[in-house]
Structures are given as structure tokens and as C-alpha cells.
């Protein structure tokens, strides 16, 4: 399968994996993934942009809406919590992936997790500067302003990061996501609170969040000290560049972070891993953080890495054109591959996300 072919069918898997109500589903064939994330829903939604089918995208938008309108009451009990200090359970929180018909997941699996709310700001804002749509942000006001309360009081608690792991620290590829949903909004409206908050995100990420020259997948704090957590990479870190913008390309500390990256997890010399102890069907290289890090080689200008990273996502694709969430060919735990068979059946394919993705790199080079 060629390029081109690849693009058409990531459109086509996507187009008909949208639920009539708006939500994508992560992933068709594989039943765990039976949901519509708002993280990998908003990248799917900002790909799908990118191609220029808009009226796919505010689908989901609305979609977000409808689940999030009516969230106002919740949202406020929690922060009356917040602001008398009274304990919070994970399980009150709002959550992070709901049913296609808008249902909240009611299962026992982890559900605090704020990096959706922060990437679906992200993505509404992308697509009324892409679209200049602004009606549909008045008309979806009210998910928008529950979303910006719930960000701005609970930014800083420890929730799960975006792979659904490791709630007890607090992740600077989710604070990315925070800061990019404010500071796009913020932008957006020209309103200073927003665009306060993110600074002091920014700010909080390059105080507490640095080790060896480079981001750290996680922090937490103790005796109310922040130190790292898990002092290693992750491959969401190229979040903080790319889309979010807390940082640029050339930043020394990015650049130490892709360093790092790069001797860690890219045992192939191509595919992106997620992060050292990863063992999650194996620990395989992920399409879509290949996808970023091609991105971030563009970004830099450098080319002919980007691409590589582009034909070695079509390489990935089945006779269907459709690709898997991670590659098996480079695993860091191959023995934990057949047990997280055995526990949720053969891995996800395809997943939406990686199309969406796959497409975001396309289109970026095809903008050179």
C-alpha cells in the first residue's frame, strides 16, 4: 500500500467509525477500546480537519457537548471540595472516556484524567482558526466553560496519564495538554486568566519537571516539595512541542528530551516506543508516536527523517490499509505479549488514533 492509498483509507476507517451522534470510536474490533476518548477523539477530530473534512470534526465537538453540558453541578460540587480542603476520591471526578451515545463509562477502570479536557479546548480552538467557525463556540459554550473551570482548579492533582497509568503523579504531557486548551482558548477570546494560568503551567513544568537536561514523565510532591517521580522519558513528551507549544523545536530542553527518546526507546532505529518499563502487549513501537516524532524532525526541517518515519508507518498498514496501535516488531517485554492476549484478545486494529496521526504527518509534509 502506497501513501496516497493510505491517506484515503485512514479517512474512510475514520468516516465510518464515527458514531451518528459524533464520537469516534478508539477502536472498532477491539472490545477494551469500545469508547470514544476525549483525547484521541480531539486528535482524530484536528486530523480530520487537517483534510479538510470540517463538518466530520464539529460532529464531534457537539458530541463533547452533549456529554459535558450537563456536568455544571458536578463540576461545582467538586470545587466546593477543593476549596474547603475536603478529600476528593478519584471516583468523583469528571471522566475520560464516555460511551458513543454519550453515557458515562460507569466501569471500574481509572477515569481521572485531565488531559482530554485540556486537548478537546485544543482542537475547538484549532478548528474555528481553521474554519472561522465561530458560531459553533457559542453554541457549545457552556461544555467550553465547564471544561475551563474544571482545568483551572484542578490542574495540578495527580491523575492518570494518557496511557491510564501511574495516578498517583502528576505528568507534564498532561499539563501540556492543559496549557495548550487555555492558551488556545485564551488566544482565542483574548482572555487574561486563561492566558495567566498557562503561563504559570509553563512556568510549574520547567521548575519541577527537568532532570538531566530533559522533561521527566512524572512528578509528585512530597512534604510539599514536586520532584520527579519516574525520571525517565516518555514519548507524550514531544506533547510539550508539538501541538501544545510550551516549548519549541530548538528548546535545549526539548532537544535533550528527543535525545533521550531517541537512545531509549527507538530500538529500531525508527519506531517510537512509549516509555523504558512499558510492557503493554510487549512494549511495542506505537504508529502514532512515530507519527510525532516525525513530526518533530519536520519541524526541525529535517526532511528525510520525517519521511522515514512516514514510510515506515505505510509499511505498518495491512492489505485492509488499516493500522494497529503498535507495531510488534521491536518489543521491550516480548514474554508480555501473550499475557495481555490471554487477558483482552489480539491488539487493537485498527486504532483511529494512529490513522489520525498517520494523516497529521502526511499533510504536514505535504505542506513542504
Known amino acids: 500500500m502506497n501513501r496516497e492509498a493510505l491517506v484515503q483509507s485512514s479517512i474512510a476507517i475514520i468516516t465510518m467509525n464515527q458514531h451518528p451522534s459524533g464520537g469516534y470510536i478508539a477502536s472498532p474490533l477491539f472490545p477494551t477500546y469500545a469508547y470514544s476518548w476525549l483525547r484521541d477523539g480531539t486528535f482524530i477530530a484536528n486530523a480530520m480537519d487537517r483534510v479538510g473534512k470540517h463538518e466530520s470534526s464539529a460532529l464531534f465537538y457537539r458530541w463533547v457537548h452533549r456529554v459535558l453540558k450537563d456536568k455544571r453541578p458536578t463540576v461545582e460540587a467538586l470545587r466546593h471540595k477543593h476549596e474547603q480542603r475536603i478529600w476528593i476520591d478519584r471516583s468523583e471526578f469528571l471522566g475520560t472516556r464516555y460511551h458513543l451515545d454519550g453515557r458515562d463509562d460507569r466501569s471500574e477502570w481509572g477515569h481521572f484524567q485531565l488531559d482530554g479536557y485540556g486537548a478537546w479546548l485544543w482542537g475547538l480552538a484549532e478548528h474555528v482558526r481553521l474554519t472561522g467557525n465561530r458560531e459553533l463556540l457559542s453554541e457549545l459554550r457552556d461544555s467550553v466553560e465547564i471544561s475551563v473551570d474544571y482545568l483551572m482548579t484542578f490542574w495540578h492533582y ?33 482572555r487574561r486568566e486563561l492566558l495567566e494560568k498557562a503561563a504559570l503551567i509553563k512556568a510549574f513544568i520547567y ?26 522519558v516518555d514519548a507524550s513528551l514531544l506533547w510539550l512541542c508539538l501541538p501544545f507549544g510550551v516549548c519549541d523545536a530548538e528548546d535545549p530542553v526539548m532537544r535533550g528530551t528527543v535525545q533521550a527518546i531517541e537512545a531509549e526507546l527507538r530500538p529500531g532505529g525508527t519506531g517510537v516506543q512509549r516509555y523504558a518499563e512499558d510492557r503493554y502487549y510487549g512494549g511495542g513501537e506505537w ?9 518533530y524532525q519536520a519541524e526541525l526541517g529535517n526532511r528525510v527523517e520525517a519521511e522515514r518515519c512516514l514510510n515506515w508507518i505505510v509499511s505498518k498498514a495491512d492489505g485492509l490499509g488499516r493500522l494497529p496501535e503498535q507495531s510488534e516488531d521491536a518489543m521491550r517485554e516480548p514474554s508480555a505479549y501473550h499475557e495481555w492476549v490471554e487477558k483482552l484478545g489480539e491488539p487493537a486494529l485498527p486504532l483511529l ?14 505542506e513542504e
Open 158 to 190: 495527580p491523575n492518570f496519564d494518557c496511557w491510564e497509568e501511574f495516578p498517583d503523579y502528576v505528568h507534564p504531557a498532561t499539563l501540556a495538554c492543559v496549557y495548550g486548551g487555555l492558551k488556545a482558548l485564551g488566544e482565542l477570546e483574548n
Open 207 to 232: 521548575e519541577h519537571a527537568i532532570v538531566d537536561g530533559h522533561f521527566v514523565k512524572s512528578i509528585h510532591c512530597i512534604d510539599e516539595i514536586w520532584r520527579p517521580a519516574l525520571r525517565g
Open 287 to 295: 504508529i502514532l508516536l512515530t507519527a510525532w516524532y516525525g513530526l
Open 353 to 366: 488514533w494512529s490513522h489520525a496521526m498517520f494523516l497529521v504527518l502526511s499533510d504536514k509534509l505535504s
